[in-house]
């Protein structure tokens, strides 16, 4: 594709792009997590700065895109070594150092000092506790976790089962997962509560794995792809700022536009070609996980602390600088506990 934009769009950019993504899907999320988690909003009771606002509060869409291209890319992960067990070591070791790390001093205090549970801080740092409890401190590595463990699963009846055809199979186990979601949503609702903001986005992790294959052989779509992008993306604002939808069916809706929108991003980067704001974005996508889990503790810490009442946008805006401090540091320490390994294995 040309820097104007005017050819086909050729989906290994998405893999060209990969950290990029990420890094802006991450950033929209820390952004968003300002109105559910500190209760403060960027128009600051200014009129101009209200669409800023409304925009950053659709930020959990980050979620969808982060989701999306973790289907794709486990694709080729996969392909490349499909032993399972191999396959499962990578992607627990990846999930498990930076929570750990990051997470793991909270819970030591909060779980072992405070409330004297052994058990509790187990189930944490097993990831289960969300799947038990409903602490949604690291839902989306709970949720990314189990996404891990049934991937060969989604593989194997994807891309190797016999019947109908790829398609039709994918569509198969959309359909398989809509109705087990509502079947929850209706059978157990108290459960389902706890535990719908990791199921519903099961169905957008299925179709990014439906895509990895498309990116893996670079298949390319006509440059009309990216009108009908925008015209999702714009359209799925417009509905989900109306408010016509509520619970699962709001839930689901949010694949509508983080799909488009990750191609979006693509189309963007490669038409400023502009290789500073790149390495800005992969940065941040280079540790896009340990942010998700440094940022969420950084602000259930200060919550802890004896002036954690006082909300404003600039105290928000100084816990992200530490939350993006504290996922380089951690970083770094992960890379030194795996480094090792690494050399072992070469």
């Known amino acids: 594709m040309n820097k104007t934009g005017n050819k086909a769009l050729n989906l290994t950019d998405l893999s060209k792009y990969k950290a990029e993504i990420y890094g802006i899907s991450i950033l929209w999320i820390m952004l968003f997590h300002a109105h559910p988690m500190f209760g403060v909003h960027y128009d600051l009771g200014k009129a101009f700065l209200k669409p800023l606002d409304t925009l950053i509060g659709f930020g959990n869409m980050g979620v969808e895109i982060f989701l999306f291209c973790s289907g794709i890319f486990l694709y080729f992960s996969y392909v490349r070594n499909s ?16 929570v750990i790390f990051i997470s793991g001093p909270f819970w030591i205090y909060t779980c072992i000092i405070k409330n004297g549970s052994v058990m509790q801080f187990v189930s944490k740092c097993t990831m ?3 799947w038990i409890s409903g602490d949604q401190q690291i839902w989306f590595v709970s949720a990314i976790f189990l996404f891990y463990l049934i991937y060969p699963y989604i593989y194997g009846l994807m891309f190797k089962a016999k019947f109908l055809n790829i398609t039709a199979r994918t569509l198969i186990m959309l359909a398989v997962v809509a109705v087990a979601t509502l079947s ?12 719908e903001i990791a199921l519903t986005r099961l169905p957008v992790f299925i179709i990014g794995c439906y895509f990895g294959k498309l990116v893996y052989e670079k298949k390319s779509v006509s440059k009309y792809f990216y009108l009908l992008c925008f015209a999702l ?22 694949l509508v536009g983080g799909i488009p929108m990750t191609f979006l991003i693509v189309w963007v980067l490669n038409l400023l070609n502009c290789k500073p704001l790149n390495k800005f974005f992969a940065f941040f996508g280079s540790i896009s996980l340990n942010l998700y889990v440094s940022h969420v503790v950084v602000i259930r810490v200060y919550k802890l602390l004896p002036f954690g009442n006082e909300r404003r946008v600039y105290i928000y805006l100084i816990l992200m600088v530490v939350s993006v401090l504290v996922g380089w540091l951690a970083e770094l320490l992960i890379r030194q506990v795996t480094k090792p390994k690494l050399k072992t294995k070469a």
């Open 83 to 98: 032993d399972a067990y191999a396959f499962m070591c990578k992607r627990i070791a990846r999930l498990f150092w930076p």
């Open 128 to 130: 289960l506790d969300f």
């Open 184 to 195: 929850v949503c209706f059978i157990y609702p108290e459960y389902y509560a706890k535990i």
């Open 233 to 254: 993306a714009v359209g799925s604002l417009i509905v989900l700022n109306l408010g016509v939808l509520s619970g699962v069916w709001r839930r689901w809706f949010y």
